[in-house]
């Protein structure tokens, strides 16, 4: 078979990010532990490059390379964009963080390039096989990124707790993959969608693989009742990391979503029979474990997972709907959730200093004594998580229930409604503790300038994003439509 090299163009993103980390691990064997502040710049100088590589191998067609394994569409393209900027702010906040304590390694950033290329593949599959591979690859550098802090014990455990659940997952999610593949005898998306349309949903040995492809990824997306690991993981690992594991792979989560069941199954979406049926119970459970646990949370980095895990109840709120107009909510709803969620760590690791994690609410009581500008951004991004108008939050859950009512689930966004009352008490209580209560630290915060610019940047594109949701809409809208 002749190889066309032509077929490399569309991928170089990928070939770019992997160089990338290689590069940074190698340089790094050279320098000295003050000199560290290269390998940062040469991953953050990466990213840069890499968004401007994105764009000027994007375009409106959709190429399928590599024997059909590999897709690149303007889906692909837009979240490819949005993971590289969510990773660059992620590293941006962690670098003091990193610094005051003893972690600021190569490492880091090498893992953390290794899990952006492990995301890029994922975005851009069409195959089964190459899906699995991402997956992997973002898997396998998160475990290593919870236990980056050697002498921690929670962060072993988490990091432990995390592989043991990530394996069973990732068993589940290949045995589902190899019943379709017995039931069906392709891998390729595009092959599997018009296999599955004579068959339906009579076949027991693809409905078994739906269910164990299903549950695969619910546990990626961290959805009940496959949501053990997020606060333990949340909880245990360094503060820098947790920013990283609860913002980018979101994307790649739902990207992992609308490849396998949108573009794979969607021969497989009988009412409650198929995959709707099963990500109505995951959603309405996710909200309602999501919301209700994290009222009872005394620390932050547990109130922000298990809100995670109410979030996704939403994503798969706008999936389930099953219309171009749901993928399109879902979308808008995960990029701008990846923003709230980059920034509400953000906060956390400005608050912290060395010695001192800023992870009890307590913490956070007169925060607007000691910091009014912080305040007002941790109360944006709170009240965006919330979902209070004129936030991009308001927007995106706005969307995501308009394109349920539109597919006759009215219940549903009933149910969402009430749940999101429910949720806005936890964020609500963080702006109350900011603004009417007494300080119980008084240290002043001490912030790069680099941070506190991108942190403003952040907390003010939640306002900006809400009062002109159109074009990010718009972008969304373009990513699914071609």
């Given at each position: 078979?002749?190889?066309?090299?032509?077929?490399?163009?569309?991928?170089?993103?990928?070939?770019?990010?992997?160089?990338?980390?290689?590069?940074?691990?190698?340089?790094?064997?050279?320098?000295?532990?003050?000199?560290?502040?290269?390998?940062?710049?040469?991953?953050?100088?990466?990213?840069?490059?890499?968004?401007?590589?994105?764009?000027?191998?994007?375009?409106?067609?959709?190429?399928?390379?590599?024997d059909g394994s590999y897709i690149r569409d303007p889906m692909s393209d837009v979240l490819k964009l949005a993971i590289f900027v969510v990773s660059f702010l992620a590293f941006l906040y962690a670098k003091d963080y990193l610094r005051d304590r003893g972690l600021f390694k190569g490492e880091f950033y090498t893992l953390g390039l290794f899990a952006v290329l492990g995301m890029l593949i994922m975005v851009s599959a069409n195959s089964f096989l190459t899906i699995y591979l991402g997956l992997e690859l973002l898997s396998l550098s998160l475990y290593a990124l919870v236990a980056f802090k050697r002498d921690s014990a929670a962060g072993a455990e988490a990091a432990m707790k995390y592989f043991v659940l990530g394996a069973l997952a990732s068993g589940m999610l290949l045995y589902g993959i190899s019943m379709i593949y017995g039931a069906t005898g392709v891998i390729r998306f595009d092959q599997?969608?018009?296999?599955?349309?004579?068959?339906?949903?009579?076949?027991?040995?693809?409905?078994?693989?739906?269910?164990?492809?299903?549950?695969?990824?619910?546990?990626?997306?961290?959805?009940?009742?496959?949501?053990?690991?997020?606060?333990?993981?949340?909880?245990?690992?360094?503060?820098?990391?947790?920013?990283?594991?609860?913002?980018?792979?979101?994307?790649?989560?739902?990207?992992?979503?609308?490849?396998?069941?949108?573009?794979?199954?969607?021969?497989?979406?009988?009412?409650?029979?198929?995959?709707?049926?099963?990500?109505?119970?995951?959603?309405?459970?996710?909200?309602?474990?999501?919301?209700?646990?994290?009222?009872?949370?005394?620390?932050?980095?547990?109130?922000?997972?298990?809100?995670?895990?109410?979030?996704?109840?939403?994503?798969?709120?706008?999936?389930?709907?099953?219309?171009?107009?749901?993928?399109?909510?879902?979308?808008?709803?995960?990029?701008?959730?990846?923003?709230?969620?980059?920034?509400?760590?953000?906060?956390?690791?400005?608050?912290?200093?060395?010695?001192?994690?800023?992870?009890?609410?307590?913490?956070?009581?007169?925060?607007?004594?000691?910091?009014?500008?912080?305040?007002?951004?941790?109360?944006?991004?709170?009240?965006?998580?919330?979902?209070?108008?004129?936030?991009?939050?308001?927007?995106?859950?706005?969307?995501?229930?308009?394109?349920?009512?539109?597919?006759?689930?009215?219940?549903?966004?009933?149910?969402?409604?009430?749940?999101?009352?429910?949720?806005?008490?936890?964020?609500?209580?963080?702006?109350?503790?900011?603004?009417?209560?007494?300080?119980?630290?008084?240290?002043?915060?001490?912030?790069?300038?680099?941070?506190?610019?991108?942190?403003?940047?952040?907390?003010?594109?939640?306002?900006?994003?809400?009062?002109?949701?159109?074009?990010?809409?718009?972008?969304?809208?373009?990513?699914?439509?071609?």
């Amino acid at each position: 078979m002749h190889f066309d090299p032509t077929q490399l163009i569309p991928v170089l993103p990928e070939l770019f990010i992997l160089s990338l980390a290689c590069l940074v691990l190698v340089v790094d064997l050279f320098l000295k532990q003050e000199q560290r502040i290269v390998s940062y710049g040469i991953a953050q100088l990466g990213l840069l490059a890499a968004m401007a590589i994105t764009l000027a191998v994007g375009g409106q067609q959709t190429q399928i390379l590599f024997d059909g394994s590999y897709i690149r569409d303007p889906m692909s393209d837009v979240l490819k964009l949005a993971i590289f900027v969510v990773s660059f702010l992620a590293f941006l906040y962690a670098k003091d963080y990193l610094r005051d304590r003893g972690l600021f390694k190569g490492e880091f950033y090498t893992l953390g390039l290794f899990a952006v290329l492990g995301m890029l593949i994922m975005v851009s599959a069409n195959s089964f096989l190459t899906i699995y591979l991402g997956l992997e690859l973002l898997s396998l550098s998160l475990y290593a990124l919870v236990a980056f802090k050697r002498d921690s014990a929670a962060g072993a455990e988490a990091a432990m707790k995390y592989f043991v659940l990530g394996a069973l997952a990732s068993g589940m999610l290949l045995y589902g993959i190899s019943m379709i593949y017995g039931a069906t005898g392709v891998i390729r998306f595009d092959q599997l969608s018009s296999a599955l349309a004579g068959k339906g949903l009579d076949d027991k040995v693809l409905l078994f693989g739906l269910v164990f492809v299903v549950i695969g990824l619910a546990f990626k997306l961290g959805a009940v009742p496959f949501h053990m690991w997020i606060p333990d993981v949340y909880h245990g690992a360094p503060t820098a990391v947790t920013l990283f594991v609860g913002s980018a792979p979101k994307i790649a989560a739902f990207a992992l979503a609308m490849r396998l069941l949108v573009d794979g199954m969607d021969g497989l979406n009988g009412g409650w029979q198929g995959w709707q049926g099963m990500l109505i119970v995951l959603s309405v459970l996710s909200m309602a474990v999501g919301n209700l646990v994290a009222i009872a949370q005394a620390n932050i980095k547990r109130m922000l997972a298990y809100s995670t895990i109410s979030h996704v109840g939403f994503i798969l709120l706008g999936i389930l709907a099953g219309t171009e107009t749901g993928y399109t909510a879902a979308m808008f709803y995960t990029l701008a959730y990846a923003l709230m969620s980059a920034g509400g760590f953000g906060i956390v690791i400005a608050l912290s200093r060395k010695g001192f994690e800023a992870e009890r609410l307590a913490d956070y009581q007169g925060l607007n004594q000691r910091s009014p500008w912080f305040a007002a951004m941790m109360l944006l991004l709170m009240f965006s998580m919330a979902g209070v108008p004129p936030t991009v939050g308001f927007f995106a859950k706005l969307f995501v229930l308009e394109s349920v009512i539109s597919v006759d689930l009215t219940w549903l966004a009933v149910v969402a409604v009430i749940f999101s009352i429910v949720g806005a008490f936890y964020y609500i209580r963080i702006v109350k503790l900011m603004y009417f209560d007494k300080p119980l630290d008084e240290t002043p915060l001490l912030i790069g300038v680099d941070t506190q610019v991108m942190l403003s940047l952040n907390g003010l594109s939640m306002l900006l994003l809400g009062m002109f949701p159109a074009g990010l809409l718009a972008l969304c809208h373009w990513a699914i439509a071609t």
